[in-house]
T-cell receptor, first 116, second 114 residues
Framework: DSGVTQTPKHLITATGQRVTLRCSPR?????VYWYQQSLDQGLQFLIQ???????AKGNILERFSAQQFPDLHSELNLSSLELGDSALYFC???????????????FGQGTRLTVV | AQTVTQSQPEMSVQEAETVTLSCTYD???????LFWYKQPPSRQMILVIR??????QNATENRFSVNFQKAAKSFSLKISDSQLGDAAMYFC???????????FGKGTRLHILP
């Protein structure tokens, strides 16, 4: 168990709809990352938050948005869903980079989104 | 911008043999961290090994070791005594010490032949 919790595990929704994916990071981790993994593809970096503020942005579509709340949990909002948005969405958390040890990201189990 | 390249989409190795997975990266930074993650069929992302760029010694974790060549920007993973449970997708990842972003290569699918 990585300590990162993602809900829901599975989500099936129709095109044009909006969904919210939730992530609770490991206790004490300030950084939260979101990644998208389409079938048999690599991990596409979407966005990173650090202590409530956006830190880095990847190839995140304008239809997608995210935020990190004061309790450090994060939500990824996907709207106007298309068939191509079907993927596994991972959340990961890590300690501050100022801590030189254990700098890896810990991953949740992912949310499998199916758009029909 | 940093990039991570894994040039081997798929590899196969006989059980109990040794296999090396390649990874190269591009960066202008001198301080960073490198990782290998394993993704089995369950799709869970599991850390295999980490390497700090400021450390010259190559990291090892049991049957897993890396060959870190900082000047060449190369970070290969060696798996010794391959086991059936090693069959998975392996991702190389780079973490900037400045921007804090973590980026991944496209992965190498490793098959273990019994």
């Amino acid at each position: 168990d990585s300590g990162v919790t993602q809900t829901p595990k599975h989500l099936i929704t129709a095109t044009g709809q909006r969904v919210t994916l939730r992530c609770s990071p490991r206790s004490g981790d300030l950084s939260v990352y979101w990644y998208q993994q389409s079938l048999d593809q690599g991990l596409q970096f979407l966005i990173q938050y650090y202590n409530g503020e956006e830190r880095a942005k990847g190839n995140i579509l304008e239809r997608f948005s995210a935020q990190q709340f004061p309790d450090l949990h994060s939500e990824l909002n996907l709207s106007s869903l298309e068939l191509g948005d079907s993927a596994l969405y991972f959340c990961a958390s890590s300690v501050s980079i100022r801590i030189r040890e254990n700098t890896e990201a810990f991953f949740g189990q992912g949310t499998r989104l199916t758009v029909v | 911008a940093q990039t991570v390249t894994q040039s081997q989409p798929e590899m196969s190795v006989q059980e109990a043999e040794t296999v090396t997975l390649s990874c190269t990266y591009d960066t202008s930074e001198s301080d960073y961290y490198l990782f290998w993650y394993k993704q089995p069929p369950s799709r869970q992302m599991i850390l295999v090994i980490r390497q700090e760029a400021y450390k010259q010694q190559n990291a090892t974790e049991n049957r897993f070791s890396v060959n870190f060549q900082k000047a060449a920007k190369s970070f290969s993973l060696k798996i010794s005594d391959s086991q059936l449970g090693d069959a998975a997708m392996y991702f190389c990842a780079y973490r900037s010490a400045i921007g804090d972003k973590i980026i991944f290569g496209k992965g190498t699918r490793l098959h273990i032949l019994p």
